[in-house]
């Protein structure tokens, strides 16, 4: 990309209605003088509330390793679908995690190719939050091994967290984003990856998991760093803009 | 187990029919179906995909019976359309290729191990050893791209590990046609089983064609471009093995057979009963057009049909893992090529393919750089510590600035 173009240069946008002043008021002549389909807006929740109370559920939680999981969890013995919803969190904690550190590789080499900007990230930055991701990673797996789980299991948070994170991984690695435009977008999953890490966190203090929840904390710590420090890389870069002193550099 | 074809009843056409929401039903669930459920809904979209494409060819080729062709064709269409719609949302483009791989690869290894001709065993294999390949090269993009495991997809019934190198896949034209099958010598399987690995073939061209330039990465996009070419090949393989001197009704009544013989193993072997509901419906479907063009051929061709298609199927598809069978092809061919309609060690690879795929190969090769030192392990490839803990920092570049 050449980095003397920006995507807030004017250019020729075709999307807006302003653009035609002869065919827009013309399109907005036809549908007005057309008739509409019979009905409402409300047909379509009809459709998705018939289909609601039809189906079942995305899937389910899978048959643990072992028995461990089912009959204790650190000394306290808790209820199945208690335990259940532990798993599934770490489990969507986990996948996250490792989508994470794939964000970041898609984040390095947009940096390597396009440079940044002063007080912006630096390669080194994006690498050690990169191998806290992956530090993390390896941490919910022994936890997850520890409780008798298997750590390879899709959960049905981790399912979802997969779809969730489907349109920043488009974002991230699309070679035409700008390293701005893609940290905006990872900014989306580091807000949702601090405030799951605290929920996480409080389920293993409100199961009595106090070693658990101890060992939870200090990846909560490095998240909550990236989320505010991702932040202030996008407010340095747009208080550059607005200063007409913004410069890349390799 | 035997079907018998003639004492079996169908659906009278006039019963086959559907509404939006019998189209469009609860999808199966990725997580909790089994792989070969998923497997069995894209190999018999496939196969109706398969029955679309031929009917509407044989209208432009100037066939008679348009009429009862665009019939049926109407819910060949409808059936391919509720067999999709059977794959649930959250299974990614990504995963959905994945799986299309898997059923390239499982149903493919299960026909090629049970074709009794050995030439169209042999042209099955090759296919067979490059859609191994090629899951192998997804499962590393899922991986890199996204940080997923393909195996849940796969479910431990195939293996991730190199095929045949997709880069060496690519082959000129004339050497991705292979010698026709004698319509009165081969045996119905063999025209069966032709059918069907162009099918499942046809399918997965389209699908790396629609599913390529979803993909934001361009690495994904050029491995999605390589794919569908190789893909491509494998239609023309598949295609070149039917004889041509086998006349369109011929061919539509194999057509038909093929789309009974895929549903009764599909029905013989589902584990979902919803699903497995879904084959005993069209089964009788297709056995009640197998029924129509039977007696359309023998009024018009003046030929019994079982000259063409059996009068029973034997032996139901299995839709089981065939790792043994794969891992043996695996061994013994993986440095094969073609040239001409003969397969030949890879050094013996005519000047043409060399030239095609040196051309093709100039700026890069999308399939060698997505996979480039890629091990699969379960839980991916960052659940080894020395892949996760590698520097990422580029070389004479230790530190950003």
């Known amino acids: 990309m050449n980095r003397a173009r920006r995507p807030t240069d004017l250019a020729l946008n075709r999307t807006g209605i302003y653009l035609s002043p002869t065919d827009g008021p013309a399109v907005v002549e036809g549908a007005r003088d057309a008739p509409s389909s019979p009905g409402c807006a409300r047909a379509l929740a ?157 389920l293993a203090d409100d199961f009595g998991e106090a070693a658990l929840a101890h060992k939870l904390r200090e990846p909560l710590a490095q998240e909550l760093r990236h989320r505010d420090t991702v932040t202030t890389w996008l407010k340095r870069h747009a208080a550059l803009v607005v200063g007409g002193t913004l410069k890349y550099s390799a | 187990m035997t079907l018998d074809l003639l004492r079996e009843h169908g659906t009278p056409l006039a019963r086959q029919v559907f509404t939006w929401k019998d189209l469009v039903r609860e999808p199966i669930s990725k997580l909790d179906d089994e792989a070969f459920t998923r497997v069995r809904l894209i190999v018999g979209h496939a196969v109706e995909q398969a029955a679309v494409r031929f009917q509407h060819a044989a209208v432009r080729f100037g066939a008679e019976h348009r009429l009862l062709l665009a019939d049926i064709r109407r819910v060949e269409h409808h059936q391919a359309t509720l067999l999709r719609w059977l794959q649930p949302a959250d299974q990614s483009p990504l995963e959905c290729s994945i799986a299309v791989a898997q059923a390239a690869v499982e149903v493919g290894a299960q026909i090629a191990r049970c074709e009794p001709d050995p030439y169209v065993a042999q042209a099955l294999r090759l296919g067979l050893l490059e859609d191994f390949d090629h899951l192998y090269r997804l499962a590393a993009l899922m991986d890199r791209l996204e940080g997923r495991d393909a195996n849940a997809i796969l479910q431990s019934y195939t293996d991730i590990r190199p095929g045949r190198p997709t880069a060496a896949q690519h082959r000129a034209p004339e050497d991705d046609l292979r010698r026709w099958y004698d319509r009165y010598a081969t045996a119905p399987a063999t025209k069966l089983h032709a059918r069907i690995a162009g099918a499942i073939a046809y399918q997965a061209r389209d699908h790396y064609l629609d599913v390529g330039p979803t993909f934001a990465d361009p690495v994904a996009r050029q491995l999605y471009a390589e794919l569908a070419s190789v893909k491509e090949q494998h239609v023309t393989q598949c295609e070149s093995l039917l004889d041509p001197a086998e006349t369109w009704l011929e061919r539509w009544l194999l057509q038909e057979a093929a789309e009974v013989y895929l549903y009764w193993g599909c029905l013989s072997s589902e584990s979902n009963p919803r699903v497995r509901a879904v084959w005993d419906r069209f089964l009788a479907y297709e056995l009640e057009h197998l029924r129509i063009v039977r007696e359309l051929f023998e009024k018009t061709e003046m030929r019994d049909a079982s000259e063409v298609v059996p009068l029973c199927f034997s032996e139901p598809l299995q839709f089981a893992g065939e790792r043994a069978f794969i891992r043996e092809v695996l061994a013994a061919e993986a440095d094969l090529g073609a040239a001409g309609t003969e397969f030949v060690p890879r050094d013996a690879e005519s000047r043409a393919t060399q030239s095609y795929r040196a051309q093709l190969e100039r700026d890069g090769s999308p399939s060698e750089t997505v996979a480039a030192g890629y091990r699969w392990s379960p839980g991916t490839e960052l659940a080894d510590p020395r892949i996760r803990d590698a520097s990422v920092l580029p070389p004479l570049k230790a530190t950003g600035s």
């Open chain 1, 46 to 202: 009809e459709v998705r509330r018939q289909y609601a109370g039809e189906v079942g559920l995305i899937g389910h939680m899978p048959a643990p390793a072992s028995l461990r999981v089912v009959e204790n969890v650190g000394g306290a013995v808790l209820r199945r679908h208690k335990v259940h919803l532990l798993l599934d969190k770490l489990g969507e904690r986990l996948a996250f995690e490792r989508t994470g550190v794939r964000l970041f590789d898609a984040l390095m080499a947009k940096l390597e190719a396009q440079g940044s900007w002063d007080r912006g990230p630096t390669l080194a930055e994006l690498a050690q939050f990169r191998a806290d991701e992956a530090h993390h990673f390896a941490l919910l797996q022994d936890v997850l091994i520890n409780l008798g789980a298997d750590p390879t299991a899709i959960t049905p948070s981790a399912d979802l967290a997969g779809v969730e994170l489907a349109g920043i991984v488009q974002v991230v690695s699309d070679p035409r984003t700008t390293l701005p435009q893609a940290l905006h977008a990872h900014l989306v999953a580091e807000l949702v990856d601090s405030t799951s890490w605290e929920q996480l966190v409080d």
